[in-house]
């Protein structure tokens, strides 16, 4: 079992910008348009409350939980007579050049020729 | 008026915040990326701590404080022989590996007297990648801690900026806990793994601590090829064994060939191989001494191939490009062979790395 860590905070940080410019662009437009004086209450309480969910994103947000992802290894058999080769998944116990017994085409001796890894598709 | 006044209060409020609180809201930044890290450590260290009870709880004998036991060993340090004087200190520091080496190997037949070598070998290795777990976390807990006490924020800055190296390392040795437990072969096997195609079905004689070799013949060249013993979690001497076969031959070695596993840059493809010259061997310093001090006294060329990896990897279970990477060192090792040696030649192949689950 692989433990991977899914970074979040590149996410996060763009998000957290955005609302930061939102707020500041609530609070340009107050001064800039006339009209809007009225709504100047409601807007500053709007543009803090955006600047407060800009600060907790960036804060308090960070690394997700860590996925765990399944380990793919795969132990091949081979025969030493005839060459013939079999691929199963890792069993305990294996190790490479162990002494595998009776290949099942040809009765000669068998051994573990290799043991790897191999990396999961990505989706 | 009112939008004035309220203008200049903010940019009052502005200008307190800003100033009274920048370096406390930075700070607060800084510790809380620490804190999570801390607690990501703790989860780590406990889970590696439980995951070694769990593989030596069944080697256990009766009635022993397996739990205990364990916690204790984790704790186990070495001291480093001091450099002041720099005099015979490799000397000094292999006398001291050997004593840790031999205090581990008690431990293990102590809490595990039911196990075969193998399953000891791999016991040990698992102690090491959970000791090494535990001692990150207690590092960073220590400077979070330290941080907190003395509100420094130079300490949260340096401990933020190194903090995704040390979770890579601590994440590669948590991984290959998992994989010394299974008894699968490593990333860092490459040598090893190289030295076992080289001679295979060939008699094997024992030298050195953990150490075999075998002579076969490459091109009529007399080739002895040494790697630890496997299958078991171990990585030997193979400088004392390299050092007592050139002196057994009175030096009378052509080359010496080293193959290892070298970690690679970031943007380098795992699995690369590479030549160079020198002794590829990452041990903390004896044994590339031993191998350095006899070639330099006989003059023998030191030659190197290694095969690029990152850390995790050459920690973990070995990859299908390092498999196969290991075939075409085989060849190259041949080929150098032929093409600086000649007819009656001896060589030594020397295959360099932790041999878990490469038997020979």
Same mark, same amino acid.
């Given at each position: 079992m692989k433990v991977v860590m899914v970074q979040k905070s590149q996410r996060n940080t763009i998000v957290s910008i955005i609302l930061t410019l939102i707020a500041f662009v609530l609070f340009i437009s107050v001064s800039l348009f006339e009209e809007l004086a009225d709504l100047s209450m409601v807007i500053m309480i709007v543009g803090l409350v955006l600047l407060a969910a800009s600060w907790g994103v960036y804060f308090l947000s960070g690394k997700s939980a860590p996925k765990e992802e399944v380990e793919n290894v795969i132990t091949v058999i081979a025969c030493r007579n005839c060459g013939q080769v079999e691929e199963r998944s890792f069993a305990p116990g294996d190790y490479i050049f162990k002494d595998m017994g009776q290949?099942?085409?040809?009765?000669g001796p068998s051994f573990i020729k290799s043991i790897y890894s191999v990396s999961p598709k990505k989706e | 008026m009112t939008s004035v006044l309220l203008n200049i209060v903010w940019m009052v409020l502005f200008f307190a915040v800003i100033i009274t609180f920048n370096q406390r809201l930075q700070l607060y930044s800084y510790q809380r990326n620490v804190e999570k890290a801390v607690v990501r450590l703790e989860e780590l260290a406990t889970k590696s701590k439980e995951d070694a009870i769990n593989s030596i709880k069944s080697f256990a004998p009766e009635g022993i404080d397996l739990r205990g036991d364990i916690s204790g060993f984790l704790e186990f340090f070495t001291i480093e022989p001091v450099?002041?004087?720099?005099? +015979?200190v490799l000397k000094r520091l292999e006398h001291l590996l050997d004593i840790r080496r031999s205090r581990s190997v008690e431990f293990v037949s102590r809490i595990a007297?039911?196990?075969?070598k193998t399953e000891k070998e791999n016991i040990e290795v698992i102690l090491e990648a959970a000791t090494a777990v535990n001692y990150i976390y207690k590092v960073v807990r220590h400077f979070l801690l330290l941080g907190k006490k003395t509100k420094s924020l130079m300490i949260f800055v340096q401990l933020d900026m190194q903090l995704p190296m040390i979770m890579k390392q601590a994440e590669a040795y948590y991984a290959a806990q998992t994989t010394f437990t299974a008894g699968k072969p490593i990333g860092d096997g490459l040598g090893p793994l190289v030295a076992s195609k080289l001679i295979f079905g060939s008699p094997q004689k024992r030298i050195a601590e953990d150490i075999i070799y075998s002579e076969v013949d490459i091109e009529k060249r007399k080739v002895i090829v040494l790697k630890a013993e +496997?299958? +078991?979690g171990v990585v030997g001497k193979p400088g004392e064994a390299v050092k007592e076969l050139v002196e057994g031959l009175e030096g009378k070695v052509s080359r010496i060939i080293m193959i290892d596993a070298a970690s690679k840059l970031e943007g380098e493809n795992t699995g690369e191989v590479v030549e160079g010259v020198g002794a590829a061997i990452g041990d903390p310093g004896p044994e590339k001494y031993k191998i350095e001090e006899v070639a330099v006294k006989y003059k023998i060329p030191i030659d190197a191939i290694v095969c690029k990896m990152g850390l995790e990897e050459a920690l973990t279970t070995i990859k299908k490009e390092v498999v196969e990477a290991s075939d075409v060192i085989v060849e190259r090792v041949k080929k150098m062979i032929s093409e600086r040696t000649k007819e009656g030649d001896i060589v030594i192949v020397a295959g360099i790395g932790n041999t878990m689950g490469v038997g020979q």
């Open positions: 290949c099942k085409k040809c009765s | 450099s002041l004087d720099p005099f +015979g007297p039911k196990a075969t +496997g299958p +078991g």
